[in-house]
């Protein structure tokens, strides 16, 4: 099993980048979203695509290219630091898993053969910061509940399968709440031991849940979801700790989550990595800022002194 602390992605023998990606240049895109002002959390940058992405992500170690499984914006949370304001009307196209596929092979061959440090804003960043990290399946809601979720997988895991390319990790970015629907069981099948699923996990306690995360969904549905697959492979765990009106998550809060770490560790659940972090795009919602980097770091102190499982801050 891979480290998932260390995202670089492993190129396979045999494998190399193909010809297109070597020799013919690809007509750099117009970018959608402004130039990031820091290396990391910038923008996503759909750079002329409908449904694939890219972005240079702290979590991710570098660069990032996203399939937006979710352009209807669909989602059974309504997190109050997403920056997708749920409030405006949805889009009513799904995603078309065919244009994504050839979407996601153009934009590999953009990244994978420099193309992309030639273009602002990338051209002022570091080389090593966009090195491909992983394929993320995420986007502007939840991932499992996207209506051709198996379909979408599939095509991904086929891109990577055709051998055109370097081998990339796929990451599966969820809430949770679907990972025990039996198409979503059946997909993740496809993944590899390389592959990495990360599980939202905010609140120690439906009452904190319903605050933050204003769920249709309960904690305990999360939990047992993340117990279930936990078992069986990894669950890297992304926790976001936002200050709600000025105010930091209360002691008695994170004490609630700490527990809820330990009873997965006691049941079972292989968690290599608690990712701790705060917003930083811009919010949808007034009330929610970025917490302090010395509270975040105090959170994953307190994780690995009471739980013994590592935790980093992003």
Same mark, same amino acid.
């Given at each position: 099993?891979?480290?998932p602390?260390?995202?670089?992605?492993?190129?396979e023998?045999?494998?190399? !980048?193909?010809?297109a990606a070597?020799?013919a240049?690809?007509?750099?895109?117009?970018p959608?979203?402004?130039a990031p002002?820091?290396?990391?959390?910038?923008?996503r940058? *759909?750079?002329d695509?409908? /449904?694939?992405?890219?972005?240079?992500s702290a979590?991710?170690r570098g660069l990032? $290219?996203?399939?937006?499984m979710n352009?209807?914006?669909m989602?059974n /949370?309504?997190?109050?630091?997403c920056?997708?304001?749920?409030r405006a009307?949805f889009p009513?196209h799904p995603?078309?898993?065919?244009?994504?596929?050839a979407? %996601?092979?153009?934009t =590999?061959v /953009? $990244? =994978?053969?420099g193309?992309?440090?030639?273009?602002?804003?990338?051209?002022?960043?570091p080389a090593e910061?966009l090195e491909l990290?992983?394929v993320a399946?995420?986007?502007d809601?939840e991932?499992s509940?996207?209506?051709n979720?198996?379909?979408?997988v599939?095509? $991904?895991?086929?891109?990577?399968? +055709?051998?055109a *390319?370097p /081998?990339f990790? !796929?990451?599966?970015l969820?809430n949770g709440t679907?990972?025990? =629907?039996?198409?979503?069981e059946q997909?993740?099948k496809l993944?590899t031991? @390389?592959?990495e699923?990360?599980? +939202?996990?905010d609140?120690g @306690?439906?009452? *904190?849940m319903?605050?933050?995360?204003?769920?249709?969904?309960t904690?305990k549905?999360v %939990?047992?979801n !993340? $117990?279930k %697959?936990?078992?069986?492979?990894?669950?890297v765990?992304?926790s976001?700790?936002?200050l709600?009106?000025?105010?930091?998550?209360?002691?008695?809060?994170?004490?609630?989550? %700490?527990?809820r770490?330990?009873e997965?560790?006691a049941?079972g659940?292989?968690?290599p990595l608690?990712?701790?972090? @705060?917003?930083t795009?811009?919010?949808a919602q007034?009330?929610c800022?970025h =917490?302090?980097?010395?509270?975040l770091?105090? !959170?994953? +102190?307190?994780?690995?002194?009471?739980?013994g499982l590592?935790?980093?801050? *992003?």
């Amino acid at each position: 099993m891979s480290e998932p602390n260390k995202m670089s992605a492993v190129a396979e023998p045999g494998r190399q !980048i193909p010809e297109a990606a070597s020799h013919a240049p690809v007509k750099a895109p117009k970018p959608r979203t402004p130039a990031p002002v820091t290396a990391f959390g910038c923008p996503r940058n *759909f750079l002329d695509n409908r /449904f694939v992405y890219v972005t240079v992500s702290a979590r991710a170690r570098g660069l990032s $290219v996203g399939v937006n499984m979710n352009p209807d914006r669909m989602c059974n /949370f309504d997190c109050v630091y997403c920056d997708v304001d749920r409030r405006a009307p949805f889009p009513k196209h799904p995603l078309d898993v065919s244009i994504m596929s050839a979407e %996601l092979h153009r934009t =590999l061959v /953009f $990244v =994978l053969s420099g193309q992309i440090r030639l273009q602002p804003p990338y051209n002022g960043l570091p080389a090593e910061l966009l090195e491909l990290r992983h394929v993320a399946l995420s986007g502007d809601g939840e991932p499992s509940i996207c209506p051709n979720f198996t379909d979408a997988v599939q095509s $991904v895991v086929h891109v990577r399968a +055709k051998g055109a *390319f370097p /081998f990339f990790k !796929i990451v599966l970015l969820t809430n949770g709440t679907g990972l025990d =629907l039996p198409p979503v069981e059946q997909s993740l099948k496809l993944l590899t031991e @390389s592959d990495e699923i990360w599980v +939202k996990l905010d609140a120690g @306690s439906q009452a *904190f849940m319903d605050r933050v995360n204003r769920p249709q969904a309960t904690l305990k549905k999360v %939990l047992a979801n !993340i $117990v279930k %697959l936990g078992r069986h492979r990894p669950v890297v765990i992304q926790s976001l700790f936002p200050l709600l009106n000025g105010e930091p998550p209360a002691a008695e809060d994170i004490g609630e989550y %700490l527990e809820r770490l330990k009873e997965l560790k006691a049941a079972g659940a292989m968690i290599p990595l608690v990712q701790v972090y @705060s917003p930083t795009r811009p919010m949808a919602q007034a009330q929610c800022g970025h =917490l302090p980097l010395k509270v975040l770091s105090d !959170i994953a +102190k307190q994780i690995r002194a009471h739980t013994g499982l590592h935790a980093e801050v *992003f």
